[in-house]
Nanobody, 115 residues
Framework: QVQLVESGGGLVQAGGSTRLSCAASGSIFSINVMGWYRQAPGKQRELVAI???????NYADSVKGRFAISRDNAKNTVYLQMNSLKPEDTAVYYC?????????WGQGTQVTVSS
């Protein structure tokens, strides 16, 4: 069994910053890809950023240059540093990990950016 515990987020003013964390625990043998997705009200869940085991990253065009994903393999933790936040970044952010045994999701954490 795998558990993902997210932290961070909350209410942030436009132009501000916040950092999300997601720690994975349980029956984890090897995490290949870690990432963040988000879902705004009335919209589909979308990719925000992913990072591979060796540190290769990929970002949605809408967050390039503003967000930075990183991971600590020793702690099975992934981070998302979010800078220059905009109201359109408001969403529930979900952590995701892909391992040899499956695809796992966190419970989601709300990020609200006020204008």
């Amino acid at each position: 069994q795998v558990q993902l515990v997210e932290s961070g987020g909350g209410l942030v003013q436009a132009g501000g910053s916040t950092r999300l964390s997601c720690a994975a625990s349980g029956s984890i043998f090897s995490i290949n890809v870690m990432g963040w997705y988000r879902q705004a009200p009335g919209k589909q869940r979308e990719l925000v950023a992913i990072i591979t085991k060796i540190g290769s990253t990929n970002y949605a065009d809408s967050v390039k240059g503003r967000f930075a994903i990183s991971r600590d393999n020793a702690k099975n933790t992934v981070y998302l540093q979010m800078n220059s936040l905009k109201p359109e970044d408001t969403a529930v952010y979900y952590c995701n990990i892909k391992t040899w045994t499956g695809d796992y999701w966190g419970q989601g954490t709300q990020v609200t950016v006020s204008s």
